[in-house]
C-alpha cells in the first residue's frame, strides 16, 4: 500500500488535530494512500522537538523552510499563523507538493489572491481548511438542497457565534490585534463558506462590523468583535449572516436555516449529530420539523460507528477533511473547497469590510 510522507507546519491546536487526523485517516477510511508522519515545524526547534515526540512525527525541522525542502516531505498541511500562510505554501508550490492549507488562506486578500496563483501554475492538489462543512448531517443537507426536496430556497440565516471573549475582563492577547484576527477575519469565514455551498455564490453584501470592548486587561483591542451581513445570492436568494466572538453562552454557534418552497433545513453545530427537516405534505395536524439523528446512512458516518445516532465530534470532521486530501492527492483531481473557493470566501469578507466602513451595498467581484 503506497505511503505518502506528510509535514505540518504548526504544532499546535490545529496542528495536533492535523497530526490525529493523518495518524487516524487510513484505519478510519481504509485510505489506498497512506500517509507517514514525516516532520513537523513549530516556532522554535524545541516547541517542534516536543510537538514530534508528542504526537509521533519521525523527525522535528528547525524551521518550516527546512520541513517544506526536505525530499521526505511530499505533501505539507500548513496550521500556522496566517501571517506565515503564503510564504509556506509559494515554497511548497514550486516544488511540486500539495498543499493543504487551515483557514483563512491569506492574511490580505491580495495574499490570498497570490497564493490561488501559486496553486494554478504548479496545477499541484490544493485545498482548505473548512472542516464544519464535512459533518454528517451537514453533507446530508447538500444533498437534499441538491435533490429538490425543500422546493425552491427562498431565505437563508447562517451565523457563527461564540462567546470566548464575552467577559470584558478578559485578557488581550494576539486575538485582539489586526484586522485578520478579528471575527470577520477568524469566525466569519466558516459559516460564509456554509452559504456558498449550500445555496452559491453571493452577489452583494451589505455589513456592519463593531468592537463592542474597545480596551481589555493588558491593551487596545484593535479589530471587531461581531458583525452582521444582509446578502443577495447569485441566485436570488436573500440571507442574513451573523458572528460574533461575544455571544454569552454560545460556544460553538455555527448554525443555518434554509427556508424553501415545499420545506425548511435547520441546523446547528453544538447538536452536530441531528439534522432538522421541514417537509410541506401530509395532513395539517402532523406538519412539523423532524428531528434526523446521523448513522450509516449518511456521508462519511458508517465509517467511525454502526450505530445510528451514536453521533460523530469535531476530530472526526478534521479526518474526513484528511481522507479528501489524501483521495485528491491519489486522484491528481482537487477536491472542493480549493484554494480558489478559499479566494471566494475572502473576496466576501473583504467586501464586507468595505461595506461597513462606507455604509453602502458592495458586489462581490467574480474570481
Request: charged share 20%; aromatic share 8%.
Amino acid at each position: 500500500m503506497p505511503e505518502i510522507g506528510i509535514g505540518i507546519v504548526g504544532g499546535g491546536y490545529m496542528g495536533k488535530a492535523h497530526a490525529v487526523a493523518m495518524s487516524s485517516v487510513g484505519a478510519v477510511f481504509d485510505t489506498e494512500l497512506r500517509p507517514r508522519l514525516e516532520m513537523i515545524s513549530a516556532s522554535t526547534p524545541m516547541s517542534a522537538e516536543k510537538y514530534r515526540a508528542a504526537y509521533g512525527f519521525k523527525r522535528a525541522a528547525r524551521d518550516w523552510q527546512e520541513l517544506v525542502e526536505d525530499p521526505g516531505v511530499e505533501a505539507i498541511v500548513i496550521a500556522s499563523p496566517q501571517a506565515t500562510h503564503r510564504a509556506v505554501a509559494e515554497a511548497a508550490f514550486s516544488l511540486g507538493k500539495p498543499v493543504l492549507c487551515e483557514k483563512p488562506m491569506g492574511g490580505t486578500l491580495a495574499e490570498s489572491e497570490a497564493m490561488v496563483a501559486a496553486a494554478e501554475k504548479c496545477g499541484c492538489v490544493n485545498m482548505v481548511g473548512f472542516n464544519y462543512i464535512r459533518t454528517p448531517a451537514t453533507q446530508y443537507a447538500r444533498q437534499i438542497l441538491s435533490e429538490g426536496a425543500i422546493g425552491e430556497i427562498t431565505w437563508f440565516r447562517g451565523e457563527h457565534t461564540e462567546d470566548f471573549y464575552a467577559d470584558p475582563e478578559a485578557p488581550a492577547s494576539w486575538r485582539t490585534e489586526g484586522e485578520a484576527n478579528g471575527t470577520m477575519g477568524d469566525l466569519a469565514p466558516h459559516m460564509i463558506n456554509a452559504a456558498l455551498a449550500l445555496v452559491g455564490p453571493v452577489r452583494s453584501v451589505m455589513a456592519e462590523v463593531e468592537c463592542i470592548h474597545t480596551t481589555r486587561p493588558g491593551g487596545e483591542v484593535t479589530n471587531d468583535d461581531q458583525g452582521q451581513m444582509m446578502v443577495r445570492f447569485e441566485n436570488g436568494v436573500m440571507g442574513h449572516l451573523h458572528f460574533s466572538r461575544v455571544a454569552t453562552g454560545r460556544k460553538m454557534g455555527y448554525a443555518y436555516e434554509i427556508a424553501g418552497t415545499k420545506g425548511a433545513i435547520r441546523f446547528d453545530q453544538e447538536d452536530q449529530s441531528a439534522l432538522w427537516l421541514y417537509l410541506r405534505d401530509g395532513p395539517d395536524a402532523q406538519l412539523g420539523f423532524r428531528k434526523i439523528l446521523t448513522g450509516p446512512a449518511h456521508p462519511d458516518y458508517l465509517p467511525f460507528c454502526q450505530g445510528p445516532g451514536h453521533g460523530t465530534g469535531y476530530q472526526d470532521q478534521i479526518i474526513i477533511e484528511a481522507k479528501d486530501f489524501l483521495e485528491a492527492i491519489r486522484t491528481g483531481n482537487p477536491l472542493w473547497p480549493t484554494f480558489r473557493d478559499g479566494l471566494d470566501v475572502k473576496r466576501i469578507v473583504d467586501a464586507a469590510m468595505r461595506s461597513s466602513r462606507t455604509k453602502t451595498w458592495q458586489s462581490i467581484q467574480p474570481t
